[in-house]
């Protein structure tokens, strides 16, 4: 009998793995990592014990959290190779995501040398490539400002550091607090492309410097690494509470998307932007680059829901993380080029945690497809 096979476009609603790390309840809103509510971990731990909680199954001890803060310290700095790519990436106007896929295949020289990594284990690689995506974006970010390299500190949590080289300067340590939070907010959500990417990857038992350039790559495409730079752009030319109404009814009108609204898997509001709209909330005042904007925002929100469920009943297009990153990303000084890399900072300690687990399950994702061409065609060349 001929194999039979269900065709499922996208894959859509096929179970590719099992695995313990993160779970996306989009009816309740709710996001899992590793046992906890989103809203358990973020702003109450650090970025580092979170990806511990991924890497190895538990929240570290002080012991513990004490010996991965001092090795990733110390893999922050990166290679001569990599700072050679940065460099010609930022001469050729390459832009940061872009650079740091360029510049995170660099980064597999490492692997053999026993003076750069501690030991050959797949923890190590993983705090190594967390440790340095933060310091070739911030090289990036500098050099693109036509601004020397300001070399890595370890004694700067992660966060503080990035912030210290990108502005020169002692980090905020409420804007620190801030990234750090959005951090842990993205590092991990489901089967989505980028991680199904690495997984697919490693699960021809390649390397995790491998599956991690491979999931910059995915993560790259404007429909998964999405769009918080152009929720800016958004509440910049709405420009006053007055014209909000106006303004989007006339985008959907026009047929254009809402930014900042609506995701594949959530029907309420995105628990990300649950607790990125606190950390914004507490970056007011001086610390936050546009108060009158994020004022703004806050009354934007509630239009734009009243106006899509009027427009589109039944949608149920609620925030997104993408809302409230952007607020939190500018308010820290980035542009918005460099938010889709920020995002992948935060990310990479998922997509390692996902190797580790597809390397130990050790099985090949080789999924079928179905033809749909011509058969039997001849070829006639008299």
Known sequence: ??????????????????TRLS?????????????????????????????HLLWKGHLPNAEELAVQRKTMAKYR????TTMTVVKAAAAAKASPIDTLRMAAATLAIDLSNPDAI??????????????????????????????????????LTLAGNFLYMVHGREPDPIAAKALDTYWVT???????????????????????????????????????????????DMLVDIGS???????????????????????????????????????AEEMTGARLENRKLFDLALEVEKIAIRVLDEAKPGRNLRTNVEFYTALVLQGIG?????????????????????????????????????????????????
């Open 23 to 51: 779970h996306v309840d989009g009816l309740a809103g709710e996001l899992t990592i590793g046992g906890y509510e989103l809203k358990e971990l973020a702003g109450k731990v650090a970025f580092g014990e979170a990806a």
């Open 77 to 80: 700095a990166i290679p001569e």
């Open 118 to 155: 501690d030991h050959d284990t797949e923890v190590d690689r993983a705090m190594m490539l967390t440790a340095r995506f933060p310091t070739i974006i911030a090289a990036h970010t500098r050099l693109m400002a036509g601004q020397p390299v300001i070399p890595p500190r370890e004694d």
């Open 186 to 232: 993205v590092m991990d959500h489901g089967m989505n492309a980028s991680t199904f990417t690495a997984r697919v990857i490693a699960s021809t038992r390649s390397d995790m410097v491998s599956a991690v350039t491979g999931a910059i790559g995915a993560l790259k495409g404007p429909l998964h690494g999405g769009a918080p730079g152009p929720v800016l």
């Open 334 to 382: 980035l542009q918005p080029k460099t938010f889709v890399a920020m995002f992948a900072c935060g990310r990479v300690a998922g997509w390692c945690a996902h190797v580790i687990e597809q390397h130990a399950e050790d099985h090949l994702i080789r999924p079928k497809s179905e033809y749909i061409g011509q058969k039997g065609l001849k070829v006639d060349r008299k």
């Open 1 to 18: 009998m001929p194999e039979t096979t269900t065709f499922q476009r996208g894959l859509e609603g096929v179970v590719a793995a099992q």
């Open 241 to 279: 509470l007055d014209n909000a109404e106006k303004w989007l009814k006339n985008e959907i009108a026009q047929g254009r998307r809402i930014m900042g609204f609506g995701h594949r898997v959530y029907k309420v509001r995105d628990p990300r932007a649950e607790v990125l709209s606190a950390a």
